[in-house]
């Protein structure tokens, strides 16, 4: 078999690995199972055709009105989601195995942490200094991780899938923006990119700099925002790495 072809076998296999496991780790399955499926840009129908069964099961699996699925199913839902992008082009499978002209996903990462047990995001916000902005009503909800992202960097360089990569293992984390002016760029990226993490925080900006933009996404999506002003970025970092 030819290397090249070997090599991208591998990639797309990696690539199914990650996002079943992020799938069967997160802690809203069903919510993590319709991100894919959206990020692939495959319809329910397109799918359950695939697989032989009816689209309602999608749905049901979807909205969590059926038991989470095994990873049996898992894997040839994946499988069933690349294979579509394939066959459509593979315009998206090539976002998250090719970042093209040497850029790296981590070149946009400053910092990034799983915590080994879940943070409140109101104790999570509490803790690093963060100013609540947008709340989605449910401060009791769990960060298991964390992203802190140069905002330039993501916007300019990555593409929506790259975007996606920011995430790390699960989506249930704080996406923390750093070299912002006012909070429009990222969440517009967030919402184009069809990301909802569990709390984003713009760094090293006052209250009243927030684009009524930013504010207006965060409000629409039910993504909780917050601030924190006059912040090191290394204060920070060591604050978010002692809270797991």
Known sequence: MDKSIDELKL?????????????????????????????????????????????????????????????????KYVETLIDIDEKNGGEVLKGFLYTGDGRSVSSAIADIKEYEKGVPVDVFCREIGARMLVASGHGSEKIYGYTVIDSVKAITELSFAE????????SQRALVFTNITTGKGPMIALKVANIKPALVVLHNIGETDVSGVARNIASIEGVPLAVIGGSDLEHLIAKLKSLG
């Open 11 to 75: 990639k797309k296999e990696g690539l199914a690995r990650d996002i079943i496991g992020e799938i069967a780790m997160a802690s809203d399955p069903p919510k993590t199972l319709k991100k894919w499926r959206s990020l692939f840009r495959a319809s329910q129908k397109a799918v359950a055709r695939e697989l032989g069964i009816t689209s309602s099961v999608i749905s049901d699996y979807e909205s969590g009105r059926r038991r989470s699925p095994g990873i049996l199913f898992l894997r």
């Open 163 to 170: 975007l996606v990569k920011l995430y790390g293992v699960t």
